[in-house]
């Protein structure tokens, strides 16, 4: 199953607090509506799309960088379709 299968599936278990809690390690801090860019270790992958989908409802495919760690990036909430 693909990241965005398995972030869906999270997406609807999660609670609004693991989403919150999940979204906070990777938003930037200065602007939680700006572009996401963040490595993560692969374990942390899924749950970090299903609250980056959740907040922004945008977030490109995750890119494996071969060393047990993912690149994900997002438009972000002011550029992706939830935005204003």
Known sequence: ????????NLMDSMTSDEHEATFNEVRDP???RGPI???LAADKVARAVASILFYTA???DPIDNGD???????AGY???PAGP
């Open 68 to 74: 047990g760690t993912f690149t994900v990036t997002s």
């Open 58 to 60: 945008t977030c490109e």
């Open 37 to 39: 860019r963040v490595i």
């Open 78 to 80: 002011r550029m992706g």
């Open 1 to 8: 199953m693909s990241f965005f299968g398995q972030s869906v």
């Open 30 to 32: 200065e602007d939680f």
